[in-house]
């Protein structure tokens, strides 16, 4: 196994199969290339509930499980006070008043109702504003590519803009799409897969997340890739939620552009 720059142990020796960093050693073709991302933060080292890998940031690298996300914990049952009085043995017991008749018991909840009632989290069907058709558009960006090439200096020059992209679109649907690229050995298979070909050496393995909201519509998030997520030009810190709009451009990597639309 090789070990990347950002300590991640690689089943690739060019580049990092887990974050996408170029590996010390490999040949400068592959280097990653784009804007340097914002400092990632810490995070102690909890086990995902549903997978069991370490975190790493706020989703599972290996799953995509959302660390963030609502949690429900049962309540334990209140204990029943005894309200029976101690009684000595041998003690004359005086009758008492009678007892009162218990109260006649409730009706039984309608059952339209009962199945009316929530439970568990509520999905993105039960949102209660109307649900919009959005759709993300995947293609090649020739300005954000010369952008990049420019801060990147000799090193990002071996990364080249590619002869041809084929665009493709993804419908955005259930409460989160996963951006970033296919990793057998981690068994993560991204919603939006930009594996390639052409394959952009700047993307990690789980780059960003689109995450449906209340409202209807979706957010970006990036949770601490490589080389950064940029929204309509201005990149976003690590674990901020960006609310995105019909047109909105996600910038990521060394020249991939994913646009949204809305309806």
Known sequence: MAACPNGHDSASDDFCDICGMRIAGAPAAGAPA?????????????PCPRCGATRTGQFCESC?????????TPSPPPALASTIPPVSVGAPVSPGPPAPSAPPAPPAPPAEAAASAPSGPPS?????????????????DRAYYEQVQAVTGPEGAAVTFPSYCAERRFQLVGN?????????S???????????PPADPGISRLHAVL??????NWAVLDPGS???TLVNG????????????DGDRINLGAWTAITVHRG
């Open 176 to 184: 989160q799409m996963r951006i970033g690229r296919r990793s057998v």
């Open 124 to 140: 993105r069907s039960s949102f209660p504003y109307p649900q919009a058709t959005w759709t993300a558009v995947v293609g090649a």
């Open 186 to 196: 981690r068994g993560l298979s991204p919603e939006i897969d930009l594996t390639g």
């Open 34 to 46: 784009g804007p340097p991302a914002a400092g990632a933060p810490a995070y102690a080292a909890e």
């Open 226 to 228: 490589a080389n950064g």
């Open 211 to 216: 995450v449906a909201t209340p409202d209807g």
């Open 64 to 72: 995509g499980f959302n660390f963030a996300g609502p949690r429900f």
């Open 234 to 245: 201005a990149e976003i810190g690590v674990g901020d939620q960006v609310p995105l709009h």
